[in-house]
């Protein structure tokens, strides 16, 4: 009885709210795009400490775009700050991560790539997905793979490409195929196993399935242990692009579709909850959809980095600017609207494909190619590569 009666009391009394946490938001010195028929894109920043090897600095990788074609993406290049963003060098190309042409004829690219500073290994490891072509022409989504590679920031220098394997079967027992992590925001645990995001399909009907990896990786080799629960939903393309954060002892996994954006909650990084459309606190759906939404975590608060409708924005394709941020209640799942502030205001190109790098408990930097494309009144402009930092402030 008494059992029965604690459970309807935690049923009747409304959850704790959030404390409001204060953010200062910097915008930094941004770096111009390549030409007007390239755009930096998916660019996104590592923060590497100061060790006994080598000196801190902040790593910028982004994939060089063509405008004219979707998805023309070829090499990754690279740029490095030593003094916290004011400035960078030059951007260079990663040699192991080019563009490849192989023997069948198919020219493969590595894509959607974001990398992170393995605290455990002391290493950098940038995971994504490749892009294959078609004699250099078609894309295949059907060969797409989990791609990842090494920086050892001691040398400088980056491993080849490689790719994770994983089981061929997933827990339904459907097959599982054109699995990736591309634009995948992923944990890092104490003992330096990975929590890695990832999507694949079922079947060849590009429905995709999202679920958590888990994954060791000793600095030099990534491998698959396990994964956990298996969500999508049934209509257009399923949910992907998942990105996942720990706040507090839980984890919390956003997750990208055709109509929307979802959310889930898990004690373990992997075995979920039964997922939820993202709303507001009043009730309103947030309007995210069709692009990815990312997480700022600080010492005291939980944050949700996204496009959204309804801001004056409808000249915007898919309405993917401004970027915005607001505190998210974890109990609830929902965006605190009076929170909402915007990182990257609307300047006639898109933000939808940003990257976050967590520097401490307290300091995160945004990162994010504008995506001009051939659209919009800046078509023939130069895009820039943005950056802003976030900051609790107390």
Known sequence: MRICLFVCLLSICPAEEPVNVRLKIEHKPSIAGKSKDWDWWHARTAAVPQTDTHGAFLLTTMSESGRYVSHDFHDIFQMVSHDHGQSWTKPAVVEPLKRRKLS????????????????????????????????????NNRLEQVSWAVLDPATMKWSQLQFLELPEKDHSGAPIIACNAGNNQRVDLPNGDILLPIRYWRNPGRNYVTAVARCSFDGTTLKYVNHGTEMTIESNRG??????????????????????????????????????????????????????????????????????????????????????????????????????????????????????????????????????????????????VLFVKVTEVE
Request: proline share 3%; aromatic share 10%; hydrophobic share 35%.
């Open 104 to 139: 069948n004829g198919y020219e493969v690219a590595a894509g959607d790539m974001w990398p992170t500073w393995h605290a455990k290994s002391g290493k950098v490891l940038i995971t994504g997905k490749t892009f294959n072509f078609e004699n250099g022409k078609k894309e």
């Open 239 to 384: 949910l992907y692009e998942p990105s996942l954060t720990e706040f507090k002892g839980a984890f919390f996994l956003t997750m990208r579709a055709d109509k929307s954006g979802w959310v889930a909650r898990s004690s373990d990084g992997q075995t979920f909850e039964p997922i939820q459309e993202w709303k507001f606190d009043d009730g309103r759906l947030l309007g995210s959809y069709n692009t990815q939404q990312h997480w700022i975590t600080t010492s005291s608060g939980l944050f949700l980095v996204y496009t959204r409708r309804g801001a004056d924005n409808d000249h915007i394709f898919r309405h993917r600017a401004p970027l915005f941020i607001a505190q998210v209640d974890p109990a609830t799942l929902r965006v605190i609207r009076k929170s909402e502030r915007i990182l990257l205001p609307e300047n006639q190109a898109t933000l939808g494909n940003s990257g976050i790098c967590r520097v401490s408990d307290t300091e995160s930097w945004v990162t994010c190619g504008e995506g001009l494309l051939r659209l919009g009144e800046r078509k023939k402009e130069l895009n820039k």
